[in-house]
């Protein structure tokens, strides 16, 4: 049964008070040095839209989530933004990107169900295109706040994308505690040149 965790008016509510202050500008500033502004760009789970602000500054930026309540936020926040109401599991949409992005968004999906994701990203993707996703980073997953967390490290990672991404950064950094995250940047490749290899 799908969790109603930032289903309801009350959890975004109080996740948006959580979260207050706190963004992926960082990693917005790497994804930078390798994907070129002016790009299209995706964003899986826009949640606030701290990220979204952000990106849409230097990028064509839609955004996306899976909550209507999320979407309602964002649409009356930033009524100048675009936004998909989008599952990170199934990527539904016709649209190519140059580039998607996600701030520990994926973690919500375990090991079989990000390889399903990782297989749509690809097809949404122009060619060369950059993805940038963060996640946690240990063993394992676990309920937390009734919703289902995958932990990853960098050989998981590799395993995962592997074949239909070339990694091109994928470095441990701090979120709360010392290394407890992981940021991950890599580059479509073509499945023909990956069957090659």
């Not at 008016?9 to 109080?14: A, L, Q, R, T, W």
């Not at 963004?23 to 790009?39: A, C, N, Q, V």
């Not at 109401?85 to 580039?99: M, Q, S, V, Y």
């Not at 960098?154 to 994308?161: A, D, V």
Request: charged share 25%; glycine share 8%; aromatic share 10%.
């Amino acid at each position: 049964m799908e969790n109603e965790y930032y289903k309801t008016k009350e959890s975004v509510d109080e996740y948006i008070k959580l979260a207050k202050g706190i963004d992926g500008r960082d990693h917005i500033k790497k994804l930078k040095t390798f994907l070129p502004l002016g790009s299209s760009l995706l964003e899986i789970g826009s949640g606030p839209g701290a990220d979204w602000s952000i990106l849409a500054k230097d990028y064509k930026t839609i955004g996306s989530d899976n909550s209507k309540e999320f979407l309602s936020h964002l649409n009356a926040h930033f009524p100048e933004g675009k936004f998909l109401e989008l599952d990170a599991l199934n990527l539904k949409t016709d649209i190519l990107f140059d580039g998607i992005y996600s701030n520990k968004v994926l973690h919500h999906l375990n090991e079989d169900e990000l390889s399903i994701s990782i297989k749509k990203q690809h097809k949404i993707l122009n060619q060369n295109a950059i993805i940038c996703h963060s996640f946690w980073q240990g063993k394992g997953s676990e309920i937390f706040n009734g919703l289902f967390v995958q932990y990853h490290n960098p050989e998981s990672l590799k395993l995962l994308f592997n074949g239909r991404f070339k990694i091109l950064f994928l470095e441990p950094y701090t979120e709360f505690e010392r290394e407890d995250s992981l940021l991950l940047i890599g580059q479509k490749i073509s499945l023909m040149l990956a069957m090659e290899n």
